[in-house]
Each structure stands twice: as C-alpha cells, then as structure tokens.
C-alpha cells in the first residue's frame, strides 16, 4: 500500500515536471497526490503523459483512434480533446505555482474532495499566468488551512476579469487591520494619494458591482467602526493604539468595506506599500481628535 501510494506521488510529480520528490517537502508531495485525486484519476501512472503543448497532444489522439467518423465529427471531437488538454495544461501549471507556499505544517490529505474538484473545474479555464498565480494562492491557503476559502469565492474568482483583479489589487494596498479585521481605508476618493494609484470612483463602483466591496460614496454614509475607548489598529506589522475622543464610539474608516468574498480574496493578495499613504490616514484620524499611540509590549485594547 505504501509502495502504491509512493507511485502515486512520484508519476504525478513527473507531470508536473519535477524530476525529483525527495527534495519536496511532506505536504507538497501530499498536496501533489491530493491533487492528482482530484482530477478524476488523470494522474494515475498508467494514464500520465507529459502535456508540453496542448495542439501536439490532441493530434497524437487523434492519430490514435479507431473509429471512423464524418469530419464534422472529427472536428468535434479534436476541438473537445484540445480543450481539455488545455485545460489539462493549466491545471498543472497552477498546481506547480502552489507549491512554494505550501506551509511545512499543512494538511492538504484534509481539504474537501468536493471543494477540490470544484476548484479545478475553475482554475482549469485559466492560462493567463497572473491569474493561474492568483488560484495557485488559493490552493496553497486552502492546503495550509483546510476550509479557509468558500465555493462561493472560487466561483467570484473564476469570473473576475484580469482588469478587476489589478482594481482589487490597489485597492488592498490602502488595507488597515483594525480589531482583527481587514478594512480598506478610502476617506476620499478625490484625494491624489488615491488616485494615483487607480482607486477612484469609477474602480471602486465596479468591485462593489462584482461583489467584493460595499462602496459607500456619499460623506454622509460612510463606514463607522463601532468601538469604545481604545481600538488595536495595525499596518504592515505596526501596532497602534487608538484612544476615541470622550463620548465618541465609533471610529471612522472611509467609504469601504470588503464582502466576506472580499476579504477571502485578500487573503492572497501582494499589494504594493503606497508612499506616504500611512501618514495620510494618521493625519486624517488626529484631525478626527483620535490619540495614536504605539503599542507597548503585551499591551492590547481594551
């Protein structure tokens, strides 16, 4: 049993094209062969052939086959086999793409069968390599902790355009960790420091469209952290304490909050650090009479 499981990784490393598992870790090898349950079986050793280009395969099947069919048939059939060999393709190229960030301690043997084969109905359609790096994030978050994506985040993902995807981009480069949770942190969206880098009226409109943000344009309806006293605020590994003004219990955050989707997404994103953005919104809170203090060791807010 041993033996056959040990087959099992190795043929589907070798279709990933990595010659040697003994340099894997543990969890990449079982996130390998987790993978390779979860495409129905096309790793088993038998069946593995190294897909270097999808047209030159679905010319060998087709010099393969036996049955004699009308060429409208053929065509069928050969565009069929084309399509999932790109597909085929794909699936391996983002499954290559997780392994650098599976977690030494990761339990990829427990994500969901279901939720593993409904994300690669879904990654499969991907070959822009921006995109396939974004699944192969959400493969390797899912292998580090089992069940931290939704199906309903795959699906929000497997319909975002490349465009949408560099807007959310941006957009999570303004992201402040207030009270354990993540806020995009848009006061105005007039403010040069937002539109340089793209976040505007019309970018935030479109991802509230699409679902992964409430966008509040109006002053008068933008976003309050309910809080009183003191709010743990933190950014880019600095913690603050924030200290209200008497009587005032809520702490204004701007105009936008992630959706539960949202902030799933964020989960994997890289944004850029944004010059003098942190010293912005520092500003604009001490204007609001808002006491900043850095946090002292075991400190925390009350």
């Known amino acids: 049993m041993a033996e056959e499981e040990t087959s099992k990784a190795a043929a589907a490393g070798d279709l990933l094209g990595l010659s040697n598992l003994k340099y894997l870790s543990e969890p990449m090898r079982l996130l390998i062969e987790k993978a390779s349950q979860g495409v129905g079986g096309l790793y088993r050793p038998k069946q593995i052939k190294r897909i270097a280009d999808a047209e030159s395969y679905a010319e060998l099947a087709r ?17 069929v086999i084309e399509a999932e060999a790109r597909k085929q393709v794909n699936i391996e190229s983002v499954v290559a793409k997780a392994l650098p960030d599976v977690a030494n301690d990761a339990k990829p043997q427990r994500i969901d069968d279901d939720w593993l084969v409904y994300f690669f109905e879904k990654a499969s359609l991907f070959s822009n390599d921006e995109m396939q790096a974004l699944w192969a994030k ?13 199906k309903r985040t795959l699906n929000a993902l497997s319909i975002l355009e490349h465009a949408d995807a560099q807007r959310f981009t941006k957009l999570a480069g303004f992201v402040w ?19 340089d880098q793209g976040v505007t009226f019309g970018s935030l409109t479109q991802l509230d469209a699409i679902g992964l943000i409430s966008f509040s344009p109006s002053d008068s309806l933008g976003f309050n952290f309910s809080k009183e006293g003191k709010v743990l605020v933190s950014r880019q590994g600095k913690d603050r304490i924030f200290i209200l003004p008497k009587d005032v219990t809520q702490l204004e955050i701007g105009h936008v909050v992630f959706t539960s989707t949202g ?21 604009y809170w001490k204007q609001k009479k808002v006491g900043i203090k850095p946090v002292k060791k075991g400190e925390t807010s009350t």
Do not use: H, Q
């Open 263 to 283: 902030r799933e997404l964020y989960r994997i994103c890289k944004p850029a650090d944004i010059d003098g953005y942190e010293r912005f919104a520092l500003d």
């Open 138 to 150: 959400i493969l390797a978050g899912e292998a580090n902790s089992p069940g931290v994506f939704s």
């Open 63 to 79: 010099a393969r086959t036996r049955v004699k069919v009308a060429a409208i048939e053929d065509r069928a059939a050969g565009r």
């Open 177 to 195: 960790r207030i009270s354990n949770d993540d806020v995009p942190v848009v006061f105005d969206t007039d403010a040069s420091i937002y539109k």
